[in-house]
């Protein structure tokens, strides 16, 4: 079973061994990016006057909000950090949902022994307090946010941080999922495979021309497509 991007998504006979799974939250998980629209919407027209376009803001997600806002509003880069919390908190379970099937599918790779994880740009307070919002946080054996290394997507750090407090040892047997440029860059960078969702709302050329490992249609289309690893020993 192919897409348009030319990647095998789902061939048995094509599956990767991994220990773990992690992802990548925004966009993967949980459809944040109205949200995300419209907080950087409000919070640019508020603190700077003018609002970006919506590709401006997509092609910011991903990367941390500090740099973000440090690049667009300079010395008021904290006051629009602030007031983008302040006005997105009490906005989190009318703007946003949780994709088709992505709670029993992983689930699903709990019960068939895989370890999971989140991996986010997010700050650690916001991404607890969306996963319990939609009752999700049990889900995974480690959360690595922004703000638990010094680097940030794309560099590795972040995923290599994960795979520490797995006590995994062997990046190729952790696959990553994730939307954006910065997710498939960040696994490249850690030497880890990388699967792209097809549901993402980012530029699908520029993720198909970075070469993820597959892509995936729908949620359960991963359960097809990897195998676990019994021990990395």
């Known amino acids: 079973m ?23 939250l925004d966009g993967t998980l949980l459809n944040t990016v ?15 006057g003018w609002i970006p376009s919506d590709e401006v803001i997509l092609a ?19 006051e629009m950090f602030q007031e983008y919390f302040e006005w997105s908190a009490p906005r989190t379970t009318s703007h946003v949902g949780v994709f088709l099937d992505v709670i029993p599918m992983i689930e699903q790779l709990r019960q068939e022994g895989f370890k999971t994880g989140i991996v986010t740009s997010r ?17 995974f054996d480690v959360i690595v946010s922004v703000d638990d290394t010094e680097e940030h997507k794309p560099m590795p750090a ?3 941080c994960a795979m520490e407090r797995l006590e ?16 498939l860059k960040c696994a490249q960078n850690a030497g880890m495979p990388f699967a792209a969702v097809s549901w993402t709302a980012m530029d699908k050329d520029e993720l198909s021309q970075a070469l993820p490992d597959f892509w995936i249609d729908e949620a359960f289309d991963l359960l ?4 676990r690893v019994k021990s990395e020993k």
Request: charged share 25%; proline share 5%.
């Open 158 to 160: 972040p995923l290599l």
């Open 123 to 139: 700050r650690g307070e916001s991404t607890v307090s969306f996963l319990e919002a939609f009752e999700m946080l049990h889900l």
């Open 168 to 183: 995994l040892d062997t990046p190729e047997q952790i696959l990553y999922v994730g939307d954006a440029i910065h997710d």
């Open 224 to 227: 097809r497509k990897v195998e």
């Open 34 to 48: 109205p949200l995300i629209i419209a907080t950087h919407r409000h919070t640019f027209k508020k603190i700077l």
């Open 2 to 24: 192919s897409n348009s991007y030319g990647s095998t998504i789902v061939n048995d006979s094509d599956k990767i061994a991994v220990s773990a799974i992690l992802f990548d």
């Open 60 to 78: 910011t997600i991903g990367e941390p909000l500090v740099r973000t806002f440090g690049h667009y509003g300079g010395e008021k880069g904290p």
